[in-house]
């Protein structure tokens, strides 16, 4: 494919809308390894982008979100978008010597992205307060971040990113590295906030059962048959459709409440 590169676009597609992919094309450099994407958040939605370690979710959330341009289409975003953005907890300096309620005074940057801010501390300490209060960490206000557990770091993360009182909160990877305890603990903690404020959340995830669990709508990705599909969960979440995505047979079953998806061997190529 070649061409110009996609286009960023703020206006007001709908009250409700607040991004539109349209015929976007994603990828490396100029060679797009997934094309045609028509995408929408609305309000109060909750959008899980699922698929295997290097499949592009991550450059997929990142278009979104206008922190890297696609490759062709159109990305439509409401005027006046506020997005708090949640990154992997690895990409994050573990050493440096700020305390929980640093982290989150520095969240008050900027809406195109959540960089590890260290020079200004842009939040009040009131709001980073209240912030750390949301997630049930005020208590670890003064502490240093590095010398917190995991999930009490992705939980200041999200304090972090919910300062800014966005409309979207992005998850990249949010439960990587937790125990079941702690990854139980903090979706509930995601589905009760977005509840409570109306904010549509897009968590990235290569576990296909918690996107099942928790999310409405599913965006699986395979950049190795070259497609997407997009539906909600109840409609995705067939072996007939999982099967055809993954090109191997694939089995959903229910345990305790919890969809579990469990993959047979692959099918044989023919000649």
Known sequence: MTGQRGQIMRDNVSPEVLVRLSRVAIGYGRHPFLD?????????????????NGAGKTTLLHTMLVLCASLAGKVHLAEGIGVGYVPQRGRQDPIFPLSALDVVRGGGSSSRGAGWVTRSLLSRPDQALAALDLVKLSQEAASPFRELSGGQQQRVLMARALVREPDILALDEPTAGMDLPAESDLMDLVHRLASERGIAVVLVTHQLWLAARHARRIA???KDMGTIAIDDVSVLMSPERLSALFGRAMEVVEA?????????PAREERP
């Not at 045609?36 to 295997?52: H, M, N, Q, S, T």
């Not at 305790?256 to 047979?264: F, I, P, Q």
Request: net charge neutral; hydrophobic share 50%; charged share 20%.
């Open 36 to 52: 045609g994407i028509d995408l929408e958040v609305r309000k109060g939605d909750f959008l899980a982008l699922v698929g295997p």
């Open 220 to 222: 699986l990705l395979n």
């Open 256 to 264: 305790g409440g919890t969809r579990v998806v469990l993959a047979g």
